[in-house]
């Protein structure tokens, strides 16, 4: 003992006593088999027991079932002459609860150095480990709703990197989590937003101003394969450990919007509907009484007269517009469907053969192949669909070539596919050949393969258009089996 200590060895024992007792921790002295020797206040509290029932012991009487290897192992340590430095564990109490605690077992040594026996000091951790089970069941339940929600859910952090990518986002984005996680956000964002995004950032963190979080707004996405689509995006803010995390919800709007685009399509057919109804009544009926006068007029024209030329020219023109009319109407207010068993092959020459008749196609062939089992379907309208697809495709060939038509049965459908040797189309003229009045014929009124459209989704079909990079025009017409 040092000598300046006030104190005499006597009194450092009963020091050391004191301290001992007054612990909250467990403290145990035991010999080399493990039999109790000492039991502090501390351990009464925790164990339960009092020094009386527990000296005398073995220790073994604390340790639960399925411990069977923890107290040899510490005893054949401690007579190496090993620190068993602090370790969690199970204890069971006098009441039979099990108590988790962080326990130290230290060699205590003879006058001669050998060791004689172990002091192990236990403290109790239970609150701690129930908080940790809690934590752990809680983000357990979190990580369970994040993973099976129907949104994109993306963590970032201050510099705008992804720190989570749920499931969600991963099939809204096309990317695995591991391929963004780490990454800035703006990956996932087209020109010019993915320039934009990190002065947003910078402007919230320096000055607070909110222009998304906790407002919410639709936004532009943009996938892998570099396609873009709408989104609904609210952002929330958290701070962990001190530091901020925003939290974004992403709501793929693509059927939204979709449905939005049909519902506009759908008023400004019904407005094209009344408009139609009235030039028919307005405009078809004396259009037919023009042609009559002039008709009447001609005939009385002597034979070989100059003006008989500028009568057959008006009557061209009025019959011109009245084709334009009755393709308004058609177009505007299609008629509904009565299905029968149609055999399309049929059906696909007859149109054929009426389209050769026009001395304008006498060098267009089409060659129909293929078969296909009958489908439920309004033969007349059909032919309507055939022919304007026929009719473009003769035109994309100047009147000369060859038109195939190729007739297949799938289990689900009957698919006519009708393909040219024309140039084929620009992509940007191919998004709009379904565009009510989008034409690029010098006479063309761009409502025959709106009208097509119509016809076919009428028949609860679809209609598509193929450019092949080789060249030429595919149209594919597909039925539902009947």
Known sequence: MDDRSPFGHQDASSILAAIV???????????????????????????????????????????????????????????????????ETVRRAKDGRLVDVSLAVSPIRGADGRVVGASAIAREITAWKQSERALRSSEARLRSVVDSAVDAIIVIDARGRVESFNPAAERLFGYLAGEVIGQNVNVLMPAPYRGEHDGYLSHYLETGAQRVIGIGREVTGLKKDGSTFPLHLSVGEMTVDGERRFTGILHDLTDRVRMEQQMREQAALARLG??????????????????????????????????????????????????????????????VPRPGPVELPSLLIVTADLLMQDPAFKDVRVDVVGSALPVEA????????????????????????TLRVSVTQTPASCDVAISDSGPGIPDEVREKVFTPFFTTKRRGTGLGLPTAKRIVEAHTGRISIQCPPGGGTTVLVQLPAR
């Open 21 to 87: 007792e007054a612990s909250s921790d467990a403290i145990v002295g035991k010999d080399l088999n493990g039999t109790i020797l000492s039991w502090n206040e501390g351990a009464v509290r925790i164990y339960g027991y009092t020094a009386d029932e527990m000296i005398g012991q073995s220790i073994s009487v604390l340790i639960p079932d399925g411990h069977p290897d923890e107290l040899p192992g510490i005893l054949e340590r401690i007579r190496r002459g090993e620190r068993v430095r602090a370790f």
């Open 274 to 335: 009344e408009m139609a109804a009235v030039l028919a009544h307005e405009v078809k009926n004396p259009l037919a009484a023009v042609r009559g006068a002039i008709q009447v007029i001609g005939r009385r024209l002597p034979p070989g007269a100059r003006e008989g030329a500028v009568i057959g020219e008006i009557i061209a023109r009025v019959d011109g517009l009245n084709g334009l009319m009755e393709e308004l109407l058609l177009f505007a207010r299609p008629p």
């Open 378 to 401: 309004d033969a007349d309208l059909l032919k309507i669909v055939f022919m304007n697809l026929l009719l473009n495709g003769a035109h994309a060939m100047d009147g000369h070539g």
